[in-house]
C-alpha cells in the first residue's frame, strides 16, 4: 500500500479543484504533481533530481509556450492603404487578403497564415503564434508520456488499493459469520464467531489513490490524443501546409486530376526548408539558441509576401 503525507493529499485537491475550473492548465499542474509523486518514489536520490529538473524544466517550457501562444497575435494584414500584393479582398473587412491569409468568424478578422481558431488558447493560431502553439502542444506531450509511462506502477498500485478497500468496506467488523465460518463456534474458548476487524484505511489514503488514478487517466489521455494533434501538426508543417490549406490543397489536387494534371503546394519549399522557416531557423546555432531554448524570436517572413514555387535546397542556406 502507498503511503503518503496529509500534504501531498491537499494539493492533490488544490488541483482537482483547479483542474475542474481550466482543464489546460488543470492538466500542466496535474502533470507536474505527478511528476513529483513520481520522481518521490525513485530509489536513486541521483535519478530522482534527474527526474525532477527535467520535469521542472518541461513545466517552464509549457508554461512559456502556452503564455506565449495565447498572448501573442496571429497576425493581421494592414487595413490602410499599402503596396503589399494581395491575392483576393476579404468581403466582410473589405480589406486586401494577402496569400495564406483567411477570415476568422470567432475573431471577426483576417488573419495572416490562418490555422485554426484555438478555444483553448483562446486566440487564433496563425503566422506568429503558431510556433508556439506546436512547441506547447509538443513539450504538453511529451511530459504527459513521460507521466503515464512512468506512473504506470503506481496507477496499478493505487487501483489495487481501492479495490481492497473496497472489498474490506464489505466485511466490517460486526457482521456475524456465515457458512462455512460459522465452524469457528465450534473452537475452543478464546475464540469468537465473528471476523477479525479489518485494518482501517484513512481518509487521506483513500484521497491518495483517488488523486493517482485520476492523474494518470488524465496524463494518459491528454497524451494520447494531444500527441496525435502534435504529430498531425508535424506532417502538415513538413508539407508546408496549414490544417485550411490542408483542405484548400485536397481540393485543389482532385480538380486538378480531373484534369489530368498534377497540383503541386505552391508554398512547399522542400521538407527541411518548411522546418527551418516554421522555427525560424536562419544560422546553425538557431537550433539551439531558437530551437532547444525557450525564445521570442519572429518567424521568416512577415507573413504578408510569400515566394511561391522557391528553389528547394537553398532557400535558407543552414
Ligand atoms: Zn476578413
Ligand atoms: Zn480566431
Redesign the pocket.
Known amino acids: 500500500m502507498i503511503q503518503i503525507c496529509s500534504c501531498c493529499v491537499v494539493k492533490g485537491i488544490i488541483i482537482i479543484r483547479v483542474v475542474c475550473t481550466d482543464a489546460e492548465c488543470g492538466g500542466v499542474l496535474a502533470l507536474f504533481f505527478t511528476c513529483v509523486l513520481v520522481c518521490g518514489l525513485h530509489n536513486s536520490l541521483v535519478w530522482s533530481g534527474v527526474c525532477l529538473s527535467g520535469c521542472y524544466l518541461n513545466q517552464c517550457y509549457c508554461a512559456f509556450h502556452y503564455y506565449k501562444a495565447t498572448k501573442t497575435s496571429?497576425g493581421h494584414p494592414p487595413t490602410v492603404k499599402s503596396d503589399i500584393r494581395f491575392v483576393s479582398v476579404c468581403k466582410k473587412c473589405i480589406i486586401p487578403k494577402p496569400a495564406r491569409t483567411h477570415h476568422?468568424?470567432?475573431?471577426n478578422?483576417c488573419?495572416l497564415k490562418?490555422d485554426h481558431?484555438c478555444p483553448w488558447l483562446n486566440?487564433?493560431v496563425g503566422h506568429f503564434n503558431h510556433r508556439y502553439f506546436f512547441s506547447f502542444c509538443l513539450f504538453m506531450t511529451l511530459g504527459c508520456a513521460y507521466c503515464s509511462i512512468s506512473g504506470r506502477n503506481l496507477f496499478l498500485d493505487a487501483y489495487n488499493t481501492l479495490e481492497r478497500i473496497k472489498h474490506l468496506d464489505m466485511e466490517k467488523p460486526g457482521v456475524p459469520v456465515t457458512g462455512i465460518g460459522a465452524l469457528i463456534g465450534l473452537l475452543p474458548s478464546g475464540q469468537t464467531k465473528y471476523q477479525t476487524p479489518a485494518p482501517s484505511y484513512t481518509f487521506m489514503d483513500k484521497m491518495f489513490n483517488k488523486c493517482v488514478i485520476f492523474m494518470w487517466v488524465l496524463t494518459s489521455t491528454v497524451g494520447v490524443t494531444l500527441g496525435a494533434l502534435t504529430c498531425w501538426h508535424a506532417v502538415l508543417i513538413s508539407r508546408g501546409e496549414t490544417s485550411i490549406e490542408k483542405h484548400i490543397n485536397s481540393k485543389e489536387r482532385e480538380r486538378h486530376a480531373q484534369r489530368g494534371q498534377i497540383y503541386r503546394n505552391p508554398f512547399n519549399y522542400g521538407r527541411l526548408n518548411n522546418w527551418k522557416i516554421f522555427l525560424g531557423v536562419e544560422r546553425k546555432s538557431h537550433w539551439l539558441t531558437r530551437v532547444l531554448l525557450p525564445s521570442e524570436h519572429y518567424p521568416y517572413s512577415d507573413g504578408l509576401t510569400w515566394e511561391i514555387y522557391t528553389c528547394k535546397k537553398d532557400l535558407i542556406p543552414v
Open positions: 496571429p476568422c468568424g470567432i475573431c478578422r488573419i490562418m481558431h486566440n487564433c
